[in-house]
């Protein structure tokens, strides 16, 4: 399921990694979660835009070390960030917020919080 409004908020908040504001790209989780109810997508298969959160270009692509050049799992295992639970929530809020006509700055601070809260745990 494509949601471009979606990804445009996610791509204006902290990376989820860094902190880094704005993250400036949606990156999608690929792995594979009964617990949350995601499903495999393999290369050539993007994930639905719910599984999508906030990351730098160095964290996302760039880096020798960056999301999608080892295993995602464990990549974000080592970072004790659980990307689903993160990107649930920031889905959750920005369909529930952009339903209720919410302004964009205050729908941005609000899944801001989610990413910052998300990193300090």
Known sequence: MEDPAHLKLIRQLPCLVSGRAPAGEAAHIRYASAL??????????KPDD??????CAWF?????DAQHRHGEEGWWEERDINPLLVASQLYSASVALRAAKVLEPD????LS????????A
Do not use: N, Q
């Not at 996302?60 to 020798?64: A, F, G, I, K, N």
């Open 36 to 45: 949350y109810g995601k499903s495999v997508t393999g290369t050539g298969i």
């Open 50 to 55: 719910k599984w999508a959160v906030p990351l």
């Open 107 to 110: 729908i941005i601070a609000a």
């Open 60 to 64: 996302h692509t760039v880096s020798s």
């Open 113 to 120: 919080r989610i990413v910052l809260d998300a990193r300090s």
